[in-house]
């Protein structure tokens, strides 16, 4: 399978993608095309694992790899998350299930795509012959820092160095990080927003005296972003695990649709979901959920794309972003792969924070996607009464695609024209990673201190409590620096010495 930029007219390999991590001029790699996965295929999975259905589903991109070794590297991969199947689907109510992404070593959903990222990355190296050194920089508005520093921590012939707005990340998420083991890993804090992280890190990369600089350090630089494919398409086996798991327990019928509701910053997981949908699965329609920062909402209601706005810190943290990097890729898609209209559009953007699509370009979208906001309130209330109705505690970020989802269902429920189908809402992190906002919901109690959150929350709910966040209480702080976001290089310098 070859990969095409966004932006131009380069074709690589799956290993050259995944290796450089970013197309030139900025642009995103994308696969080719989409392969299909058909009825028969889709039967034919049903009684896999979740590790032999991604290795099925990652081999149509990524063909140049070993297919045994990519199945093998899968399953090592998930054997280090909590119970039998990494992404369990447990059924709420009548026609409504939650897909639970957050049992892996860092308890979130981003363990599900960097957890096998580092043998994608050292196996492409070998695949083309890369001798350097990988120096990964990632910018986190909270769960992927810590999901790339656990994956990579020891490695050897790798550095990982993570940026993450000093406080715009939850305490538990900060604490997390900044007391990561291995002498190969760095954090760094930054003084402003996700947004500022981002395109720091994204300079770094478009940068030439800075990738000169790095290669004479006899390094190469890629990102463990989801602006690489890598860490990309492992979240496209969720959807189709999901569904067939459906499927096997007779709540649906194999061809029947099905929508999920994502909770949506950067785009990546839920344009995992649309990829997906391309390839075959039978996906009604993706509800983008946001929070207060809804500039995806406003995206798909009107096809403007406006960044210039006020930026909130809310309770979930990880959806507070005004530059979602994956919406490059769907606006690749809803011009027709056009790669200049869509340079242009990011060029826009870059200069003006705004772009804008057609009308037969939006429309064309809200045939797969419908967007909404849920404010703080609404995210409160709605942890609150799901606990309280079924017992189920969820963090904020699912909070607010539950509460999505929920109005979403009502509003079919009221238009006699519309199909009402089953909806899956993406969970992506455990009411642990944002103790006191949760307990909050659930209580309306304040606390200070991270780990009364946890505590109160477990006596609470008698929801375990993750090893990974038990871990974290007595651990040093191990890195404290802070830097703006213009000396984000200098810190990365200082990093490789």
Do not use: W
């Not at 890993?185 to 005296?209: L, P, T």
């Not at 699509?357 to 429309?363: F, M």
Request: aromatic share 10%; net charge neutral.
């Amino acid at each position: 399978m070859n990969f095409v930029s966004t932006r131009g007219e380069e074709r690589v390999s799956a290993p050259e993608a995944i290796v450089r991590g970013m197309a030139g001029g900025g642009g995103l790699f994308v696969p080719k095309r989409f392969p299909e996965v058909s009825k028969e295929e889709l039967a034919d999975m049903l009684p896999l694992d979740y590790p032999e259905r991604a290795a099925r589903i990652l081999g149509k991109y990524f063909d140049e790899y070993d297919g045994e070794g990519l199945a093998a590297a899968l399953r090592a991969a998930y054997a280090k998350f909590e119970g039998n199947d990494p992404a369990p689907l447990v059924r709420m109510e009548s026609g409504v299930y939650m897909l639970e992404l957050f049992h892996g070593p860092t308890c979130a959903f981003k363990d599900m795509a960097l957890s096998v990222f580092p043998y994608l990355l050292k196996e492409g190296c070998k695949l083309l012959g890369v001798k350097e050194k990988i120096l990964v920089a990632a910018a986190t508005s909270g769960d992927t820092g810590k999901a790339a520093l656990e994956a990579f921590a020891g490695k050897e012939g790798v550095k990982v160095i993570v940026f993450y707005p000093e406080e715009g990340v939850s305490k538990m998420q900060k604490l997390q990080m900044c007391t990561q083991d291995g002498e190969n890993v760095n954090v760094v804090a930054v003084r402003g927003n996700f947004d500022e992280c981002q395109n720091g890190v994204k300079k770094i990369f478009r940068s030439e005296k800075c990738n000169a600089y790095i290669k004479e350090k006899g390094y190469l630089l890629t990102s463990a972003n989801s602006i690489n494919v890598g860490r990309l398409l492992p979240q496209v086996c969720y959807y189709f695990s999901a569904y067939l798991d459906l499927v096997s327990a007779d709540q649906i019928k194999m061809g029947e649709k099905v929508d999920f509701c994502v909770p949506t910053g950067n785009f990546g997981n839920i344009l995992a979901g649309y990829y997906a949908k391309r390839m075959g699965l039978p996906v009604g329609t993706l509800l983008c959920a946001s929070n207060k920062n809804c500039v995806l909402t406003d995206f798909f209601r009107t096809g403007i794309y406006d960044a210039k706005r006020p930026f909130y810190r809310t309770m979930s943290p990880s959806m507070d972003i005004l530059i979602s990097s994956n919406l490059e890729r769907l606006v690749f898609e809803a011009s027709g792969r056009n790669t200049a209209l869509t340079a242009e559009r990011m060029k826009q953007l870059a200069s003006t924070c705004r772009f804008s699509l057609p009308s037969e370009e939006i429309s064309g979208l809200q045939e797969s996607f419908y967007a909404a906001t849920a404010s703080e309130d609404d995210t409160v209330e709605c942890i609150y009464e799901f606990f309280e109705e079924y017992g189920y505690p969820m963090d904020t970020h699912t909070g607010v695609a539950m509460d999505v989802a929920q109005k979403y269902l009502e509003k079919i429920e009221d238009d006699t024209m519309s199909e009402k189908r089953p909806m899956i809402v993406v969970s992506t992190a455990s009411p642990y990673k944002c103790p006191q906002d949760v307990l909050y919901a659930l209580t309306g109690n304040d606390v200070k201190d991270s780990f009364k959150g946890v505590k109160r929350i477990h006596l609470l709910t008698a929801m375990k409590v993750p090893e990974a966040i038990k871990s974290v209480r007595y651990k040093p702080i191990r890195f404290k620096t802070a830097v703006s976001p213009d000396k984000m290089f200098s810190a990365l310098q200082t990093f490789l010495g």
